[in-house]
């Protein structure tokens, strides 16, 4: 099978054209050069993604502007790469009679949406969860998504919908989480709720591309699976490690060892079952499989993420954080 790779030089583009590389022809596309990226070009410019997609069968779309580009790109940069590129992909891709389409989105869009109100229950965060993004970056993917459904409904192009949750291995973009945590303190406890490791993440990606045809369209929460239920919700905004330690015993020992701290309080829960079940997607790495794993004395990071390692966002270095906030 010959797939399309958008976004073959960041981190999960480069982790699936490593990882699919020795089963499938693969084409990896990207902005930028890289040694994954065999198509350098914008797939705003919609002769570039007409040219990748010849004889192309499937697509995997992860580029994109992230997050930490909301202060230093425009809105209209924004709504050209996400929306617009995202656009001629999905219509390029019907004329090459592509029959399967992933689309990488992000749990940001739910943006709003994440944050309880007050003293409030954490949220329970799954497919039917109403988003309400809080900026470009959730606005443009929200809109790209829609562009999928509308092209599925239009054109019968399988297309699957990925909301990943934080795999990126920069520093939290937050001072005062950098400043009470050590960093990989910090991305062990967001595995409860909002983490995935990223080997899990391009399992998730594989898993979809062999569904599509079946299901035809669909939107899931790729993150790892949650140790807490709904009847955790209101103790983890204000005894979370009571909650952690009835789930997962064996993390307190650890953490004491480590003199690493528990979040005192949590606000949102991200479920990935509905993914589990229709896409027969089986993370490997959750929080009690963190804590065996720190426990043998192994790595935080799985060995694909090590050997991406931290790529960046800009190619300059800001000084009061990995990225500039809005």
């Keep these: 099978m010959k797939i399309l790779v958008t976004g073959s030089a960041g981190h999960l583009g480069e982790a699936l054209m490593r990882t699919l590389g020795t089963r499938h022809d693969l084409l990896g596309a990207d902005i930028k050069p ?19 997609l010849r004889g192309v069968d499937a697509v995997l779309h992860t580029a994109t502007l992230h997050k930490p ?42 943006g709003h949406a994440l944050n309880p109100v007050g003293a409030a229950p954490a949220v329970w965060v799954d497919e039917d969860l109403v988003p309400v993004p809080k900026n470009i970056y959730g606005v443009t993917k929200i809109a790209a998504e829609s562009l999928c459904d509308l092209v599925h409904r239009r054109d019968k ?98 953490y004491a060892r480590r003199d690493w701290k528990m979040f005192q309080d949590i606000g949102r829960v991200y479920d990935n079952s509905r993914a589990r079940r229709d896409l027969g997607w089986q993370p490997r790495t959750d929080f009690a499989a963190l804590i065996e794993r720190l426990q043998r004395g192994g790595d935080a990071r799985s060995e694909l993420a090590r050997s991406i390692g931290v790529k960046g966002y800009h190619e300059e270095v800001f000084e009061n954080g990995p990225f500039p906030l809005e």
């Design 157 to 254: 192009l399988p297309c699957l919908i990925l909301r990943t949750s934080r795999f990126f291995p920069e520093a939290d973009d937050h001072a005062g989480i950098r400043e009470a945590y050590d960093d990989t303190n910090t991305k062990a406890n967001e595995y409860l709720y909002r983490r995935v490791e990223l080997d899990d993440v391009v399992s998730a990606h594989v898993c979809a591309l062999e569904r599509a045809a079946a299901l035809g369209f669909g939107r899931y929460v790729i993150s790892a699976t949650t140790p807490f239920t709904k009847h955790d919700l209101a103790a983890l905004r204000t005894h979370a490690p009571e909650v952690v330690r009835r789930h997962v015993p064996a993390y307190a020992e650890e």
């Design 34 to 52: 890289s040694a994954y990226t065999q198509a350098v070009g914008s797939i705003a410019e919609r002769a570039f993604v007409r040219d990748c």
């Design 69 to 110: 580009h909301v202060a230093t790109h425009t809105r209209q940069d924004f709504i050209d790469t996400n929306i617009s590129g995202t656009l001629n992909l999905l219509e390029e891709a019907v004329l090459a009679g592509v029959k399967s389409f992933v689309f990488t989105s992000t749990t940001s869009t739910y």
